[in-house]
């Protein structure tokens, strides 16, 4: 009797596994086939199966606080990133800053230089002008004393220029023109004379 009650006890419990097994297939089968079929149909209306599950996952509660904890952290890494890239911005606007006024430095030095260069050169210009109207006016008031002297008197012209130190009675001798001066050496004393052809000769080339 006991055996057979042992034997009737493994037989239920087997029966028992078999009849959950087929609970199982009866339920999770249909229902992969539906999952596969309702997916073949959304995708073949056009509709996004991914949008359309994190669609439907945001409204669970759970997920749901998840996503809004997620999005709560965003923006506040987003604008931990921009205050970096803002701060980086703002360095690199400074250092240019100081590189344009470095070049600005130079630029007003450079300007200072070349204003001072052309102010020299101006009035080294001027100095030259006016050495060269010196230089001129001289040169006509010589050419002037040499007409005087030409125009004067041999006998009256002889005697002034015997009285002048060589150097400028010689100038004076040599711009004469040869008839005017053996008419003023005539008039000379022999020394002075022979003195001041000596030096017109040692002048001439």
């Known amino acids: 009797m006991r055996k057979k009650s042992e034997s009737n006890g493994l037989e239920e419990l087997e029966e028992s596994k078999i009849s959950k ?11 992969i086939f539906a999952v596969t079929v309702a997916l073949i149909v959304f995708t073949v209306a056009g509709v996004n199966v991914v949008e359309k599950a994190k669609e439907m996952s945001a409204k669970i509660p759970f997920i749901e606080l998840d996503q809004k904890d997620e999005e709560k952290d965003r923006p506040a890494k987003s604008d931990e990133k921009v205050s970096m890239k803002l701060e980086k911005l703002e360095t690199e606007i400074e250092n240019k800053e100081k590189e344009i006024d470095k070049l600005e430095s130079i630029i007003d030095t450079r300007d200072k230089a070349i204003e001072k260069a052309e102010a020299e050169k101006q009035q080294l210009q001027t100095e030259m002008n006016q050495l060269k109207d010196s230089q001129n006016n001289s040169k006509q008031a010589f050419k002037d004393i040499i007409r005087t002297y030409e125009t004067m008197a041999p006998k009256k012209a002889a005697p002034i220029i015997t009285e002048m130190n060589d150097e400028d009675a010689v100038e004076i001798l040599s711009s004469m023109k040869a008839a005017t001066l053996a008419k003023v050496l005539e008039q000379m004393t022999t020394a002075d004379a022979a003195r001041l052809t000596k030096k017109l000769t040692e002048q001439s080339p």
């Open 21 to 31: 097994f087929q609970w199982f297939l009866v339920i999770f089968i249909p229902l």
